[in-house]
Structures are given as C-alpha cells and as structure tokens.
C-alpha cells in the first residue's frame, strides 16, 4: 500500500477550526433550548364568536303538483251508507226534530238584547217589609226599558211584576225607586237586581 501525503494548509485549517465551533455552538444552543421549555400552559379563553353570514339566495319554486280525484258529494256518502231516495230525501233528513221549548233565565235573557245601558248587579234586600231602595242609573232620560228581577229561597231567578211583592216607580231621569217585600209575608229573597234599556220614543 503506498503512503498517501496529507497536507493541510494552514487556511484549510482555520476554516475547519471555525467550522466545527460554529456548530458545537448551534448544538450546544438548540440543546439548551430543548432543556429550557417548561410544562404547557393552560387553554385560554374562548374568542369572541364571529358576525353571522348573510342569507343565501332563495331557491327557486317548485313545480306545482297535479289535481287530486274528485272526492264524493254528501248525497253520495248518504248513498253508500245503504241509505236510499232522491237528493230532496237526504236534505230532509239533516232536518232534526223539534228540541223542547227554552228556559227563560236572566243569563240567556240578556242574550236577546245588546248590553243594559245600566245595570246594579245584585243588591241585598234591607230587612222588614215596605223597603224602599233608589238606584242611581244617571241615564239623564226616563225612556227606558226596565227589568228587574230577586233570587228566592228555591236559588233560581224568575222575572218580577206588580203583585209580587215588589214593584218600581218614581223614575226619574237619573234614579228608579224598588220597593220589596210590601206587603207582610214572609220574606222569600234577599237580594234583586235592575236593569234599563234605553229606547226611542216612535
């Protein structure tokens, strides 16, 4: 084996010098970096959620849909229930019978008419008889329809006329006197209760 002659000048020297200290340097700095990192800090607050978007196009519409079948008359159905005879037939059978007359009452009365111009509500009866109570109905007018009315023992309401055991007068533009209990029987009800339609003289 021949001897191979190395030569190093001394520039090639000093560059490899330098060299092997720039990265003994950037290895011992990277190291230490490496050693220097701590454990990992805790999760910071949520950001602030960001603008909505704007709304996107609308589509466009559909294709409408077909005509449905005819559905049955009402006649026919009435048919098919196993029901027989001509149109006039069923329209006579939707007629029911005769419901029994109604029961006149104080709730339904009102119904018939628009709302009392004036009304007392329920006012307790003085004790005795020959009790004279005014009602101040501040109508300004004495062309007035009136309706007066007492609950008795039995709880239920029936309306009121002369002879039975009240009666109203001296009516004036502005009050209505009601005398209960006039005449001396035993007293049946405990409260009454007025009511004035205003109307037109024709």
């Known amino acids: ?28 700095t990277l190291v230490s970096t490496q050693l220097a990192i701590g454990p990992q800090g805790d999760k910071g607050d949520t950001g602030q959620q960001g603008l909505a978007g704007t709304d996107g196009v609308d589509g466009k519409d559909g294709v409408n849909g077909t005509d449905g079948l005819d559905g049955k008359s009402a006649y026919q159905i ?9 149109e006039q037939d069923f329209l006579d059978s939707l007629e029911g019978e005769q419901g029994p007359p109604g029961v006149v009452t104080i709730e339904n009365f009102t119904g018939w008419l628009p709302a009392p111009a004036y009304d007392s509500g ?46 109203w007068s001296k009516l004036t533009e502005n009050e209505i006197d009601v005398v209960v209990q006039w005449a001396a029987n035993p007293l049946t009800y405990d409260k009454i209760r007025v009511m004035l339609w205003k109307i037109s003289r024709p």
């Open 1 to 28: 084996m021949s001897e191979v002659e190395i030569v190093v000048t001394r520039n090639t020297f000093l560059a490899g010098l330098i060299i092997a200290i720039l990265a003994a340097s950037t290895l011992s």
């Open 78 to 86: 009435w048919l098919d229930q196993g029901n027989s005879g001509t």
């Open 122 to 167: 329920w006012v307790d009866v003085p004790p005795g008889y020959g009790q004279w109570i005014t009602f101040k109905h501040n109508l300004s007018t004495t062309d007035v329809l009136v309706y007066y009315i007492r609950n008795n023992s039995q709880e239920f309401v029936t309306q009121l006329r002369y002879g039975e055991w009240m009666q």
